[in-house]
T-cell receptor, first 116, second 113 residues
Framework: GAVVSQHPSRVICKSGTSVKIECRSL??????MFWYRQFPKQSLMLMAT?????????EQGVEKDKFLINHASLTLSTLTVTSAHPEDSSFYIC????????????FGPGTRLLVL | LAKTTQPISMDSYEGQEVNITCSHN???????ITWYQQFPSQGPRFIIQGYKTKVTNEVASLFIPADRKSSTLSLPRVSLSDTAVYYC??????????????FGTGTKLQVIP
C-alpha cells in the first residue's frame, strides 16, 4: 500500500528557533500534499495545500510567513515552523495524494512538536 | 464544501458489529466518501472509500443510500484494537478538489471487553 513518512517523529526546540518537518511519499508520486495540525483531543485542521513546483495555498488564519512550505519534488514536501513559540506546540500531520489514484489521501505518522 | 456530522462517541462490546453513520446533506455530485481511522499520536489510516451503493474490503463495509446524503461504516466483530477515532470525509477527487476537505469531529469508538 501507499506509504507516507515524516521526519522527525518528534522534536523539542527552544522558543525562537525554526524547525523543519519533512514529508515523503515512499512508493508513489504526489503532486499534491497537505499539512494538518492537531491539538490534543481535537480534530485535524488543514493548514495548507502543497503543490509540486508552485506556491502552497494556505487556509484562512494560517500565517504563510511563519509556516513555510516547500514542495520541491513529487515525493517530498517540507514544513518549516519559523521562530517557533510554545503555542506552536502541536501534532503536525502531512498527507499525499497518489497521482495514479487521486481520490485517496494517504497520511504520514505525524510529528510531535514541543516548543519550550 | 460538504460538512459532515457524526456521533461524538460510541461504545461497543468485543465481537459485535459496529455501525457508524455520517451525515453529509450537502454532498456534491463529484464527491467521494472516505473513512479514516486514527489512533492517539498517529496519522489517520485509510479504511474505505465509496461513491454510491455498497463497498466492502477486508476490514469494513461502506453503505451509501441512493441520495448519498449519509453513509454508514460497518465494522464486523470489533476487537479491543479497533478502539480509535473514526473520521468521515467528503470531497471531490479532481485535482484541487480535496483542497477544501475538512475533518469533522470524528467518532470516538470505545470497544469494551
Amino acid at each position: 500500500g501507499a506509504v507516507v513518512s515524516q521526519h522527525p517523529s518528534r522534536v523539542i526546540c527552544k522558543s525562537g528557533t525554526s524547525v523543519k518537518i519533512e514529508c515523503r511519499s515512499l512508493d508513489f508520486q504526489a503532486t499534491t500534499m497537505f499539512w494538518y495540525r492537531q491539538f490534543p483531543k481535537q480534530s485535524l485542521m488543514l493548514m495548507a495545500t502543497s503543490n509540486e513546483g508552485s506556491k502552497a495555498t494556505y487556509e484562512q488564519g494560517v500565517e504563510k510567513d511563519k509556516f513555510l512550505i516547500n514542495h520541491a519534488s513529487l515525493t517530498l514536501s517540507t514544513l518549516t515552523v519559523t521562530s517557533a513559540h510554545p503555542e506552536d506546540s502541536s501534532f503536525y500531520i502531512c498527507s499525499a495524494r497518489d497521482m495514479a489514484r487521486v481520490e485517496t489521501q494517504y497520511f504520514g505518522p505525524g510529528t510531535r512538536l514541543l516548543v519550550l | 464544501l460538504a460538512k459532515t456530522t457524526q456521533p461524538i462517541s460510541m461504545d461497543s462490546y468485543e465481537g459485535q458489529e459496529v455501525n457508524i453513520t455520517c451525515s453529509h446533506n450537502n454532498i456534491a455530485t463529484n464527491d467521494y466518501i472516505t473513512w479514516y481511522q486514527q489512533f492517539p499520536s498517529q496519522g489517520p489510516r485509510f479504511i474505505i472509500q465509496g461513491y454510491k451503493t455498497k463497498v466492502t474490503n477486508e476490514v469494513a463495509s461502506l453503505f451509501i443510500p441512493a441520495d448519498r446524503k449519509s453513509s454508514t461504516l460497518s465494522l464486523p466483530r470489533v476487537s479491543l484494537s479497533d478502539t480509535a477515532v473514526y473520521y468521515c470525509l467528503v470531497g471531490d477527487p479532481a485535482p484541487g478538489g480535496y483542497q477544501k476537505v475538512t475533518f469533522g469531529t470524528g467518532t470516538k469508538l470505545q470497544v469494551i471487553p
